[in-house]
């Protein structure tokens, strides 16, 4: 039985549903954790501003401690734990492993979750704070560093692995690029910053 103050919600997380009792107040990222036991989300600040919880609402970003976990009822939620296709590694996995993009790992779940939203935004044609041009016909600008850099600016690195971490997300966009056009990448190419 619930009170006015708790309901009974249903998250589909990775695929699976989960049904359980939260407090209104619950974040999804307590949820996911403390609830669901899915710690690849990490609590880091807890206000919103340094991306460690960050995860994929209907294939955008969000900060898992900023959002309620009643709010993401029949919303598609993608943690860390559900971006991989099995054994093989997603594309920025892969790129984050090959080129260092981390060092203690505490926030590289977040970065990666972060950088395949980056990827779809600017795939989509999405401008940045960094954008020169962005008038819809120019289309979308080339991912530079410098656009690579400002569109994970909301993800802290502690350890300062940022120029690993953005020669990842650039070769992780070229090898889905690659994917795209159907054009078949080894593993450890693709695209460089």
């Not at 695929?15 to 619950?26: I, N, W």
């Not at 899915?38 to 609590?43: H, S």
């Amino acid at each position: 039985m619930t009170s006015s103050t708790s309901s009974v919600i249903t998250l589909k997380i990775n695929g699976e549903k989960h049904t359980l009792p939260v407090d209104h107040r619950t974040t999804l990222l307590d949820a996911l954790r403390e609830r669901l036991d899915l710690t690849g989300t990490k609590k880091g600040c807890d206000q919103g501003q340094c991306g460690a919880c960050t995860v994929l609402l209907d294939g955008r970003r969000a900060v898992a401690c900023l959002q309620l976990a009643v709010a993401a009822e029949n919303r598609e939620i993608t943690t860390i734990e559900g971006v991989a296709d099995g054994d093989r590694l997603h594309p920025v996995q892969q790129a984050f492993l090959d080129l260092d993009g981390f060092q203690c790992g505490y926030c590289t779940p977040g970065q990666i979750c972060s950088a395949i939203g980056v990827i779809e935004e600017h795939a989509a044609g999405w401008p940045s704070a960094a954008t020169s041009d962005v008038r819809p016909e120019a289309g979308p600008p080339p991912l530079s560093a410098e656009e690579i850099r400002e569109r994970m600016s909301g993800n802290l690195c502690r350890c300062g692995a940022y120029v690993s971490i953005v020669e990842a997300v650039a070769r992780a966009a070229g090898v889905q690029a690659d994917e795209r056009r159907g054009e078949d990448v080894p593993a450890g190419k693709g695209a460089a910053a």
